[in-house]
C-alpha cells in the first residue's frame, strides 16, 4: 500500500513506467526521496519534510531530508505515519554530526508530527548498517 523512494527525481515517471499510475498518489520530498501510497485505500491527511542531517566530506552532496506522511485507511479508520529518509555520506558515518544527531532529528521529526495513535513505519536507504550509531538509536 505505500513506498519510500530515494534516489528518485519523477516517482510519477516510475508509475507510469510500471503501468501503475492510476493506482498510486504521489508526494514529493526533495532530495530525490517520494512517498507512493495506494489512492484507493488510504486518504492523505498531511505530510511534510524537515531536514535531519548533512553529508561529511569528502561526499559532501549536501543536506539530507526526511519525509513524512499521515493517512487514513478509507475503511476501517486507522491511521498510519509513513517516514522515509535517504541517509547522509559518507555511508556508515552518519553525516557531518554524526548517526546519533541523525536518528534524534529523525525521531523528532515523527514525535512533531505523528499522533499517539498512528501505526508507525519508517524506511528508506540510511546509508547504515545494521551496527552503526545512526541505526541503534532508531531501534
Known amino acids: 500500500d505505500f513506498m519510500g523512494f530515494q534516489e528518485c527525481d519523477d516517482l510519477g515517471r516510475v508509475l507510469r513506467d510500471g503501468g501503475l499510475a492510476s493506482q498510486y498518489g504521489v508526494i514529493p520530498g526533495g532530495h530525490a526521496t517520494a512517498i507512493g501510497y ?5 486518504k492523505l491527511l498531511g505530510s511534510g519534510t524537515a531536514e535531519v542531517a548533512e553529508d561529511r566530506v569528502p561526499e559532501w552532496w549536501g543536506t ?13 479508520g486507522r491511521t498510519i505515519f509513513f517516514a522515509n529518509h535517504h541517509g547522509p555520506t559518507p555511508v556508515g558515518s552518519g553525516g557531518l554530526c554524526g548517526g546519533e544527531a ?11 508530527h505523528a499522533d499517539r495513535r498512528d501505526g508507525i513505519v ?18
Do not use: P, S, Y
Request: no cysteine; charged share 30%.
Open 38 to 42: 495506494r489512492l484507493r485505500d488510504w
Open 64 to 76: 539530507r531530508g526526511a519525509q513524512w506522511a499521515r493517512f487514513r485507511h478509507k475503511r476501517t
Open 102 to 112: 541523525t536518528a534524534w532529528n529523525i525521531l523528532k521529526m515523527m514525535g512533531t
Open 122 to 139: 519508517l524506511v528508506g536507504d540510511f546509508n547504515n548498517g545494521v551496527e552503526t550509531t545512526a541505526v541503534k538509536e532508531l531501534k
